[in-house]
């Protein structure tokens, strides 16, 4: 967890129930409590009654009085009812982090001794939390939607509180499952366990699939697991003399810990070799899938779990993921790039066991196909990552839209030079590359995602794309063969601008009436073409229209951007784009809303970061023009 934040659970919510309702909530009650409200989604732990509840991030000298409001009395803005809220930050049983409309499986994550079902996922820098920030966003571009939970279990000692070994463990996780899900559910199950945790996972499931005959309270969950990831579980346990030191060190830092976990593994030199193969028997009888992954750093003098350890009771039969970090921090991914790799692994699993046709494992070394994910430049995360208060941090300001010029000429050669290669990549290429790195950053700011609109494939527009892999998918449907035609820019624009401007209009009348009104967002549009406009006049008259009634309602400079980016080196449309940018303000006494640059290729520019900032933000920062 981010230590400029803290995480509480808020639970029994009426179901009529608001983010912004639950943010007034505390920010009504506590100064300064900065709190972070994430989505809303069912309370499965609410046997009666439709209640919702969330996770909310605050300022952690907040967190003790925001606990002190548990049992509030708390009404949503819309009325639906009073309900008793439930504050607590200990994140037992199960919490659905996402859940998408039609899921088609469960998926549950168990953590490790020495964290909780929230921190155990969360990067201590950034504060990214991969099951719930990356992996629903990364399930849907890959096609499959699915219900993301934690499982939560006391792995410590609280004061006078019972000890709990890993056989109580598994029976509390099975319990908090077996509420999670309702009656006659038949969604397949896939668990991801760390550390202890995957022991804990282990265990829960050769509970589950003894005969229900002999434990009929878990025939819930006959035939349902489907598949199980497990990072860096140490399945042959103290056997390994580097084992105990180290994992002693990692919960050293948490007080009072619970010393059976670690004791369970110091004297079962005999029981975890027959969890492993009653685990392994209860594998290949229910055909369910398993992945491993394993820490590449050591934390101290060593690793907990090796290659060995790691993999010992399948160590013939499946290959290893390894992951470039210790084992504390193998399940902390800082950011989505960094967790892509291994959720693309687990949600290929989950494709294959539901008979669906699986993307490969991206290749981060240099694929061109279109379907690899590309990696942004470590020089661009570097400056996101320290850049707060200016350059990309302002996108979070705007609502971006993209252009994208998808007529036939784009499949011409990306440049003159271009042209005299043996195997020159077309503008299509060059554009396709370079839009997943600016989507990636733009999305990055901007929690409503980008929309893509097409000048010609208009069926393929969309809205709140999130990554740059949805980016990549979306333009893999695109068929330029189909892009007969010329290239007409004030059709697409109007569709974007013409009720943008209605909207402000309505904003603006209203503020001049002294009624309450929501500001629309500022608009910041990026056009990517490779050619001069085919109506160069009527896309100028719109611009210039567009500027004029900005002006009449005194809107902020920076309230509407267009950027046009030129994919290519036609002269002719160079020079075009030149004059859009330079001749509108002064030719016709109007606001500058347009900027244009050349479209060159990211990779070899000389100041990248600089160059993409001047692509995102050139139209409405006009410092950067």
């Known amino acids: 967890m981010s230590p400029n934040k803290s995480a509480i659970v808020v639970r029994n919510l009426p179901r009529l129930t608001t983010t912004e309702d639950v943010k007034s909530f505390f920010d009504m009650r506590l100064r300064n409590a900065d709190a972070f ?71 549950y994550f168990v953590h490790g001794v020495g964290g909780d079902a929230f921190s155990s996922w969360v990067c201590d820098a950034s504060g990214h939390m991969w099951p719930r920030d990356s992996l629903p966003e990364q399930c849907l571009n890959l096609g499959v939607r699915g219900r993301f939970s934690t499982l939560g279990y006391d792995a410590k000692v609280l004061d006078g509180g019972q000890l709990k070994t890993i056989h109580h463990a598994a029976e509390s996780i099975l319990k908090y499952i077996a509420a999670d899900r309702p009656p006659g559910c038949t969604r397949p199950i896939f668990i991801v366990g760390h550390s202890l945790g995957g022991i804990v996972v282990e265990q829960a499931l050769v509970l589950a699939f003894e005969k229900p005959a002999v434990k009929p309270e878990y025939a819930f969950i006959q035939h349902m697991v489907k598949g199980v990831a497990f990072f860096g579980t140490p399945f042959q346990g103290s056997r390994n003399a580097d084992f105990i030191s180290p994992v002693a060190s990692i919960i050293s830092g948490i007080t009072r810990m619970n010393t059976n976990f670690i004791t369970d593994l110091k004297t079962s030199s005999r029981e975890l070799p027959e969890l ?95 379907i690899s994910v590309l990696r942004l430049p470590d020089q661009v995360i570097g400056t996101i990552e320290k850049d707060k208060n200016a350059g990309f941090s302002q996108l979070a300001r705007f609502d971006t839209i993209f252009v994208i010029d998808d007529t036939g000429s784009m499949q011409m050669a990306a440049s003159s030079s271009e042209a005299a290669n043996s195997n020159p990549r077309s503008r299509w290429d060059v554009l396709t590359k370079s839009l997943q790195y600016i989507a990636n950053i733009a999305s990055e700011h901007d929690k409503d995602g980008v929309d893509i609109h097409f000048l010609i494939s208009s069926h393929l527009d969309q809205t709140n794309i999130s990554n740059g892999q949805e980016v990549l998918n979306l333009l893999a449907g695109v068929d330029l063969e189909q892009g007969v035609g010329g290239t007409y820019l004030e059709p697409v624009l109007a569709t974007i601008l013409g009720p943008y401007v209605a909207n402000y209009q309505e904003y603006f009348d209203l503020t001049r009436k002294r009624m309450k009104a929501t500001k629309p967002k500022p608009l910041n549009i990026i056009v990517l073409t490779d050619g001069k406009d085919d109506d160069p006049e009527t896309t100028e008259e719109q611009l210039v229209d567009i500027a004029k009634q900005l002006d009449e309602m005194h809107a902020p400079k920076s309230q509407v951007g267009v950027q046009f980016m030129q994919v290519g080196d036609d002269p002719e449309a160079a020079e075009y784009l030149k004059r859009l940018d330079n001749d509108l303000k002064t030719k016709y006494g109007v606001r500058d809303i347009v900027d244009t640059k050349t479209f060159q290729d990211l990779d070899q520019t000389q100041d990248f970061a600089q160059h993409l900032r001047c692509i995102l933000l050139g139209a409405v920062n006009k410092n950067l023009d």
């Open 37 to 107: 409200v994430y989505p809303l989604v069912k309370d499965t732990q609410k046997s009666a009654g439709n209640f919702l509840c969330t996770t909310v991030t605050i300022n952690p000298a907040r967190r003790r009085d925001a606990l002190s409001f548990n049992g509030s009395d708390f009404v949503p803005a819309i009325g639906g009812g009073k309900s008793k809220i439930e504050i607590d930050d200990s994140f037992i049983g199960s919490i659905t982090l996402a859940e998408h409309n039609n899921a088609q499986f469960d998926l």
């Open 276 to 370: 492993n193969m009653l685990f392994n028997h209860i594998k290949t009888e229910e055909n369910f899938e398993v992945l491993l992954f394993v820490e590449k750093k050591a934390d101290g003098p060593s690793k907990v779990t090796t290659r060995t350890s790691g993999t010992i009771p399948f160590r013939t039969e499946i290959a290893p993921v390894e992951i470039d970090a210790n084992h504390r921090d193998m399940v902390k991914f800082k950011n989505a790039n960094e967790a892509r790799h291994s959720i693309t692994v687990i949600v290929n699993m989950i494709k294959r066991k539901l008979g669906l046709e699986i993307i490969p494992t991206p290749d981060l070394t240099g694929s061109k196909e279109i």
